[in-house]
């Protein structure tokens, strides 16, 4: 197995970024404009708070080009079932998305983890959003353990004002090598929860059609998990469900 820290080290190189660990006041302030470049004022963290997470060893990541922040990673330490890196948010730059920032951060995430005895990374992410989803759970290899309805209630900011925060809960072992598998679309309806291919411009340009389309996949994965089933895996049209 390839060692973590080298993988980490050879995303950020294709990608043609450093990728960095933060604690000190100025990075914090670079850090926090990043932030809010990317999702708005309205969910960026107290200076004092960053601070204190940095002390305490959270895992605070900054990506650089040419000495300019593109993207970032937020995570701590949680407990909760078991010992594992919550990673809260992780953001790109919208001129460098695709270009493999994304995957930079998230290995060193892993390696840092790996690095601390750690095992286990979980987020949270909006199933509606296709792109997100192939990234988490075919590019990187993560399993949906939850559905949470509302999640992180109203929110302002660049990419959740005026929606419905559902949300799908993930678990990725960190020990285990990197990568999912594309699935074959089923071919039973009831195995599938169809997923419009690109949501946020059918909210732009058809808002009632999104709207429909959040209830559906909410109401179908609430149910599939609630009722016993789990989240397969990823198609090219959306969640697939077994058991």
Sequence with gaps: MI??????????????????????VAELDDLRAA??????PAVVPPRNLL????????CLLTARRDGAVVGFALGWLGWTGGVHLHSHQVGVAASERRGGVGVALKLAQRALCLQHGIGEMRWTFDPLLATN????????????IDFL????????????????????????RLDAPVGGVLLDTPTSPDALV???????????????????????????LAAALGGGRRVSGWCAEGFVLAG
């Design 3 to 24: 060692d973590a820290a080298d993988e980490a080290l050879a995303a950020a190189a294709a990608a043609g970024v450093a990728v960095e660990s933060v604690a000190e």
């Design 35 to 40: 932030m809010e470049h990317i999702w708005g």
């Design 51 to 58: 601070r204190a997470l940095a002390l305490g060893g959270a």
């Design 133 to 144: 989803a192939r990234f988490n759970l075919v590019r990187l290899g993560a399993q949906v």
């Design 149 to 172: 309805p509302h999640c992180y209630g109203d929110r302002v900011d660049a990419f959740n004002t005026g929606e419905r925060t559902d949300r799908v809960k993930v678990s990725w």
């Design 194 to 220: 169809r997923v419009p291919t690109d949501y946020p411009t059918l909210r732009v340009d058809r808002p009632a059609d999104a709207a429909a389309a959040r209830d559906e996949v909410g109401g179908r």
